[in-house]
């Protein structure tokens, strides 16, 4: 294993936690919980914070909740701790409007998804991001490319364009693939910090040159992931990948169904009341629920 990513910066640290949004039994936000969960996050070993995100169920939360939430966290984990937003949208103009919004409200870094629905060409992916970066220039931008979710793909060489905007410092790789971050480190250099947007091939990527994870499965294994990537640039690969190993059945559960509603039930079993989704999600079923709290007392025996 190669440990050239060292070679690239860490803008937000190595692991940080896409985190949930805690509903009340109303269905409310429930910032108190959202809080003292993104305070717990970082005792486990998260360095960054993604607030309303896809995990975050952001298409369900108004515009209102995403600054509160924002707010929230901010005041709860302090200064030492970075905080990103997600702000992207499929209207360049909310995009805009809502990274603005991020940068004023306290926030570390934004997170923009690639235009979901409307699939615009490379021309216009391109265009969409430098609106963004040009909006607040002094915010770090993290773009995100995830085609099974926004039917459309950020290529690696729309990403190389968009590093003459100063703020475009990290791109989420979440296409399923190794591939697209040795792709992106042959168009953009060391200078793009690439982070694994898939748990389970956090590890891969860190081998070609990923920089960390933004993860889902620190909110109960967080411990575990520092575990692992410290490992991992220690030169210590064989714990790196025994680690490895003892984390992925619990990644695959999940991931059993739609993100966020097997880690709302995880973070449930771990005694975190984080409640529903909200619809057009729902909890998970009981046979799932059976196989994750099976993956997450078998890691916790290893």
Request: charged share 15%; hydrophobic share 45%; glycine share 8%.
């Amino acid at each position: 294993m190669s440990t050239a990513a060292q070679l690239s910066p860490t803008p937000f640290g190595r692991l940080l936690t896409a985190m949930v949004t805690p509903f009340d039994a109303e269905g409310k936000v429930d910032l108190a919980l959202a809080g003292r969960l993104a305070s717990h996050l970082v005792e486990e070993g998260s360095e960054g914070i993604l607030v309303c995100g896809t995990t975050g169920e952001s298409p369900t939360l108004s515009w209102e909740e995403q600054v509160q939430m924002l707010a929230a966290v901010r005041e709860a984990v302090g200064p030492g701790v970075k905080v990103l937003a997600g702000t992207g949208s499929n209207s360049t103009a909310e995009a805009v409007e809502a990274t603005r919004e991020a940068a004023a409200a306290g926030a570390d870094g934004a997170l923009v998804v690639v235009p979901y629905y409307n699939k615009p060409p490379q021309e216009g992916l391109e265009a969409h991001f430098r609106a963004v970066a040009q909006a607040a220039p002094e915010l770090p931008l993290m773009l995100y490319n995830i085609p099974g979710r926004t039917g459309c793909s950020l290529a690696p060489a729309t990403v190389a364009r968009l590093m003459d905007c100063p703020n475009v410092v990290s791109i989420k790789a979440a296409s399923g693939t190794t591939e697209e971050v040795s792709q992106l480190r042959l168009t953009c250099g060391p200078k793009l910090a690439i982070y694994s947007g898939d748990d389970a091939l956090t590890l891969p990527m860190l081998s070609v040159g990923a920089v960390g994870v933004v993860s889902v499965a620190s909110h109960v294994a967080g411990r575990r992931l520092c575990s692992m990537i410290e490992a991992f640039f220690a030169g210590r690969h064989a714990e790196a990948l025994a680690q490895h190993d003892q984390l992925l059945p619990l990644c695959k559960a999940l991931f059993a169904t739609t993100n966020p509603i097997p880690v709302k039930a995880a973070l449930e079993l771990s005694g975190w009341p984080v409640g529903a989704p909200r619809l057009p999600l729902l909890p998970l079923d009981s046979s799932m629920r059976d196989t994750l709290s099976q993956a997450l007392a078998a890691l916790r025996q290893t």
